[in-house]
């Protein structure tokens, strides 16, 4: 009987699979027989197909006025889209008119092949924005600018905890507290947990990085913040935490210096005392670096943060770092980089990762910041694929109705020198559509 049933299961999927593959409309699930769409593909110059509708045109014509009667002048070959001195805050005016001459709604996007501009200090900044029939703006020079700079604005606060430890201080994990007018348990505050640093002076270092705004902080051991209601806390447990440090700013931390505060054995308000602080000057910290540097190929270019000509300043200070400066290339085939001077000489176009690291001299702590370094072979830097609208709608052009125009859209769009003072030169070689 069971030999019978396995013979019966054998023949009904034989039945099954047979079925499936020699009758294309037997499925489980409902499967198309053929793909109905594709990619745009470009046929001739400014002429598209789309396979699910036919006949995408494109036509742009540029105005000095950006008057809606005044876009009469062709600019559909390449490079008919650039300008070269265009005044401080005047701008370039194009109308770009898409035509969907099939029966079909189609949904497309505009897009310029490449943006070029010069990073001549000369030259102007650029923006391109759209006015119709959907609203952007987008600064192009800000990105194409030779240097971009981040600005941390933390202080590096040190803390010293004695070999022998005091009452309560035997751990080897502790947390910073700051804020303003911390309370009693610090639950207003915000807590940093500390890195080591290694054995020096008789004691156990560790530092962490806190605000240059920060008014008010103190130490804490692990845990000790974890009910954070005062009536919960016994005198012993108070003695886990330091006694509230005020005005740190006025202690001297800085770009330039850090602080260190070193636990003592004695008790002060029911809070473990801090001794004095004194400072030092060869700890670990940047604070105001790049974020990104531009640099063609046959140029060096120095980016060692020290170098003042070539990096703001913080106000107040004559210096972005603290500690001995290393820096290294994340990618040689792009950049080389000297470990000790931070001059990149370029090597071929292309992006990498600029590492500085600060090391402090006095404890055993460092720092790093990464840095894109983007360079080209020209000294224009160069968007590819730049939108300018996306995801437009295209209607029917329906014959039948009064409106000659109901299959177009037109995109009103504009390049814009935002300089105050240079006159802005830049290219586009071309415009194009896509999905």
């Known amino acids: 009987m069971k030999k019978s049933k396995v013979i019966l299961a054998i023949a009904l999927a034989v039945v099954i699979v047979i079925t499936c593959v020699s009758v294309p409309t037997f499925s489980w699930f409902t499967r198309p ?9 470009l046929q001739t110059k400014n002429t598209y197909t789309a396979y699910n509708g036919k006949n995408v045109t494109i036509s742009t014509k540029s105005s000095a006025t950006g008057v809606e009667d005044s876009y009469t002048t062709d600019a559909n070959n390449d490079n008919d889209c650039s300008g070269v001195a265009v005044t401080p805050y005047n701008r370039r005016y194009f109308c770009t008119t898409i035509t969907n001459a099939s029966t079909t709604v189609q949904n497309v996007s505009l897009y310029a ?7 001549a200090s000369s030259n102007g900044t650029l923006a391109l924005g759209v ?15 030779q240097t971009t700079t981040i600005t941390r604005d933390s202080m590096r606060i040190y803390f010293q905890k004695p070999k022998v430890a005091p009452d309560g201080w035997t751990g080897t994990e502790f947390y910073i507290c700051w804020g303003d007018n911390l309370n009693a348990t610090g639950s207003n505050g915000t807590y940093y947990h500390m890195s080591y640093c290694g054995e020096k002076d008789g004691c156990y270092n560790y530092y962490a990085d806190i605000p240059m705004t920060a008014q008010q902080a103190f ?3 692990e845990n000790w913040g974890e009910n954070k209601k005062v009536e ?16 740190l700013f006025s202690d001297g931390q800085s770009q330039l210096q850090s602080v260190v505060y070193k636990l003592s054995n004695s008790i002060e308000g029911g809070n473990t005392k801090i001794e004095n602080h004194y400072n030092v000057n060869s700890g670990a910290c940047i604070n105001h670096y790049y974020s990104s540097i531009f640099v063609t190929t046959g ?8 170098n003042t000509n070539n990096i703001p300043v913080r106000i107040g200070y004559s210096a972005n770092n603290i500690g001995n400066l290393e820096y290294t290339s994340g990618d040689e085939s792009v950049f080389t980089v000297g470990k000790t001077t931070g001059i990149i000489t370029p090597v071929g176009a292309g992006e990498a990762t600029l590492y500085t690291k600060a090391i402090g001299s006095y404890f055993s702590d460092e720092q790093q910041v990464e840095t894109t370094i983007k360079v080209t072979a020209t000294d224009n830097y160069v968007f590819n694929d730049v939108p300018i609208v996306k995801n437009i709608q295209l209607p029917v052009d ?15 769009w504009y390049v814009i020198n935002n300089s105050p003072s240079n006159n802005l030169t830049y290219t586009i070689d071309n415009i194009y559509l896509s999905l």
């Open 113 to 119: 092949r490449t943006l070029s501009i010069p990073t």
């Open 398 to 412: 329906n014959s039948e109705t009064e409106d000659k125009n109901e299959g177009e859209i037109k995109i009103y």
């Open 219 to 221: 130490f804490a051991c």
């Open 131 to 145: 006015n119709a029939p959907t609203r952007s703006y987008h600064d192009y020079s800000t990105l194409a600018a």
């Open 299 to 306: 140029s060096t270019y120095d980016a060692s943060l020290s």
């Open 232 to 247: 919960d806390y016994t005198a012993d447990n108070w003695k886990r935490r330091t006694q509230t440090m005020q005005n």
């Open 33 to 41: 027989q053929s793909q109905s769409g594709k990619e745009m593909e």
